[in-house]
């Protein structure tokens, strides 16, 4: 998959690869010699963002998203460090990184120290950033107690935990033992790293303790002795799994010893430590993929407005290209792609500002033209030329904005159309009652009380329409969804709280049957029978010159089947 170049606006670019069958997923910045960063279980490669900025005037810096935490596929099975030793490894083999400055933090640390004694010809140097040092009784009883199982719940009770899971581990060490001996001489982490932290917990699932009790289950003493690249151990007062009197090794003739304390200037202070003229390669290489058929692939393409995230399941014939629902990814589309991918390629966005996509450039108010104008930048990018369209509720209005302002689209298919009162239809939804109802945001809190206010705000989708009407007239009669997979799509939403209500606003804000008239290609409207919207869609469909109107089936078989039909009618 060919991933744009430029840089997201923060500096970092974002990339995935593949190395012995199994997706993973970096950051890039800076120039210079290589030096890779990994973070600790489960935290993704963005919590080491300011290190990797500090360090990208002289160093290629490359943070990787360890197996089965952010955007890295799992290793499966019951992992050990040598397990994720050998995968980081891999991965730099994947990137043509034969040789690197390598640094890791907490649990990160100990995945380090194992790459650099089982493949030291890799390693020109390694710095231990509060490395684990553990009695064995200490971690076996880490083991044990830290990781929790937090199994979804409609209540909202797990969000709850994980938050408290999150922030305790900035108040006591260990956090499951609060206590005034246990607590920790330090700043208590902000909000915002807060929510970084419980949406990585929440997109690793029920596996986020893997790294963490394969790193529990090891002793680093052995390894540390059997080192033979130099190496640096940072040491901090603030370090959550080292105990106090903790155990400090002699250095020897490759090692040093210095302690940090936490502060604003770390990533300054920890960039000294890095050697410039260590003997590390100096570039590294975007590696060529070949999936397996029928597999899908995840990659970034660079639009004007920053970075866009794309899945696509490889194949000959003319493409599809599917737009997701709000405020959700294209992750939710992943089924429905693999039905309708027999006979073509297909590809699927995260519209901008849902999933792993940028928002778009600038202060806003946005309008799906923007979104749409992004989608177009997409596919400029991937040289696209005749296509076939999809698009699902918000998604659904985006891909009818690239219809109309796009050549070369030969059918279109809008699922979930929403038309809207103006002041002239009072059988539709007024649309000032939802553009100032609809969109509540969610300003991290310090005790997470805005994740569990958007877990039951999603909920409410689910029981009433639309979901600030809370009375016997707005109750959905509709078989209720499971809980797998109301969880799973507030993972999406839970990625962006910041950012998911720009394209749901613009969706709010546009004026669909007005632009339902103006489609010039063969369009079919559809939707599920306990779609809300359904009862206006066949006015919808009408209103589309060429268009045509279809109730969805109740099995995501029969819809592909419908869909492929549709498609494939000359």
């Known amino acids: 998959m060919t991933e744009g170049g430029a840089s997201h606006p923060s500096g970092l670019s974002r990339h995935f690869a593949s190395a012995a069958g199994r997706e993973f997923h970096y950051l890039r910045t800076g120039s210079g010699p290589v030096a890779v960063l990994l973070p600790a279980f489960p935290w993704s490669a963005g919590s080491l963002s300011p290190l990797a900025e500090a360090l990208a005037a002289e160093f290629t810096v490359v943070v990787m ?7 890295s ?37 100990q995945v380090a120290l194992e790459v650099a004694v089982r493949h030291p010809e890799r390693v020109a140097d390694v710095v231990l950033d509060q490395l684990p040092l553990l009695e064995d009784s ?26 408290w899971w999150c922030r305790e581990q900035s108040l006591f060490r260990p956090w499951y033992r609060p206590a005034a001996e246990t607590r920790l001489d330090a700043d208590e982490s902000p909000p915002d790293v807060l929510q970084r932290r419980a949406a990585d917990v929440l997109r690793a699932g029920d596996r986020y303790g893997d790294g963490l009790r394969a790193a529990f289950a090891h002793s680093p003493a052995n390894s540390l002795s059997r080192l033979e690249v130099p190496w640096t151990l940072v040491t901090s007062p603030a370090d ?40 590390a390669d100096r570039s590294l290489q975007t590696p060529a993929r070949t999936p397996d058929a029928g597999a899908i692939e995840r990659g970034y393409l660079t639009t004007t407005s920053g970075q866009l995230l794309m899945r696509r399941i490889a194949g000959s ?43 778009p450039v600038g202060e806003g108010p946005f309008n799906i033209g923007d979104f749409a104008a992004i989608v177009n930048d997409a596919l400029d990018v991937l040289e696209m030329g005749e296509i076939d369209l999809y698009g699902t509720h918000t998604g659904a209005l985006i891909a009818t904005e690239v219809a109309l302002t796009r050549r070369g689209i030969h059918r279109l298919i809008l699922e979930g159309v929403t038309l809207f009162d103006d002041g002239d239809r009072p059988d539709l939804l007024p649309r000032p009652e939802l553009l100032a109802n609809y969109l509540p945001t969610f300003e991290p809190t310090w005790d997470g009380t805005h994740l569990a206010a958007a877990w039951h705000f999603r909920r409410a989708f689910t029981t009433y329409w639309p979901w600030f009407r809370r009375t016997r007239d707005g109750i959905r009669w ?25 394209p749901y606003r613009a969706a709010l804000a546009y004026p669909t049957a007005d632009r339902l008239g103006r489609i010039e290609v063969p369009t079919l ?28 089936p109740d099995d995501i078989t029969g819809v592909a089947h419908l869909y492929e039909n549709f498609l494939s009618d000359r």
Not at 75 to 104: E, F, K, M, Q, W
Not at 149 to 158: T, V
Not at 252 to 259: K, Q, V, Y
Not at 525 to 552: F, K, N, Y
């Open 138 to 163: 200490q971690r076996s009883e880490l083991a044990e107690r830290f990781c929790p199982r937090f199994d979804p719940s409609w209540d909202g009770a797990h969000i709850a935990a994980i938050w």
């Open 240 to 279: 959550p799994l080292t105990p106090p009197g903790g155990r400090i090794p002699a250095p020897g003739p490759h090692g040093t010893l210095i302690d940090l304390p936490p502060g604003p200037d770390r990533s300054l202070q920890l960039r000294e430590l890095f050697d410039a003229n260590g003997g």
């Open 525 to 552: 409207i559809a939707a599920h029978p306990d779609d809300p919207l359904q009862a206006h869609s066949p006015e919808a469909a009408g209103l589309v010159p060429d268009g045509r109107w279809d109730t969805l």
């Open 317 to 359: 014939g003319r493409p599809l290209v599917m737009l997701h629902a709000s405020p959700t990814s294209s992750a939710l589309l992943e089924p429905l792609m693999q039905k309708l991918a027999t006979g073509r390629p297909v590809i699927a966005f995260d519209t901008a500002g849902n999933g792993d996509s940028d928002p």
């Open 73 to 109: 596929h799992s290793l499966g099975g019951s992992p050990t460090l040598g397990d994720y030793a050998g995968a980081v490894a891999g991965n730099l083999g994947a990137l043509g990184i034969d040789r690197c400055h390598l640094y890791g933090t907490g649990t990160g640390a």
């Open 478 to 502: 509709v078989p209720m969804m499971e809980l797998a997979a109301f969880h799973r799509a507030f993972v999406e939403v839970a990625k962006r709280l910041d950012t998911y209500h720009l």
């Open 65 to 71: 998203d360890l197996p089965g935490c952010g955007n």
